[in-house]
């Protein structure tokens, strides 16, 4: 099995930034890409960003130019980053850190750290 520990979140102001961090522990053989979801009050959850083992990046569009993803080497641990610029009160949410093989990322879920963009 995977566990997968989300921290990081809080209340920032709009065009603060935060960083979150996951780390994953237990079956590392069984991850290789890693991303961030994260669900807001009344809305579905969306995919945020994810990183394969090689380093390739996807992001939402809602994202871009803002958003960075990052892995430590994979093949020494498995964590990953969020780091979340120029923060705005529609990226309110909680946070989730996902794992998984290479093309099943969201195999493994972490319970979630709430960001609270708020003046």
């Known amino acids: 099995q995977v566990q997968l520990v989300e921290s990081g979140g809080g209340l920032v102001q709009p065009g603060g930034s935060l960083r979150l961090s996951c780390a994953a522990s237990g079956s590392m053989s069984r991850i290789a890409a890693m991303g961030w979801y994260r669900q807001a009050p009344g809305k579905e959850r969306e995919l945020v960003a994810s990183?394969?083992?090689?380093?390739?990046?996807?992001?939402a569009d809602s994202v871009k130019g803002r958003f960075t993803i990052s892995r430590d080497n994979p093949n020494v641990k498995n964590t990953v980053y969020l780091q979340m610029n120029r923060l705005k009160p529609e990226d309110t949410a909680v946070y989730y850190c996902t794992a998984g093989p290479q093309f099943d990322y969201t195999r493994y879920w972490g319970k979630g750290t709430l960001v609270t963009v708020s003046s």
């Open positions: 990183v394969t083992s090689g380093g390739v990046t996807n992001y």
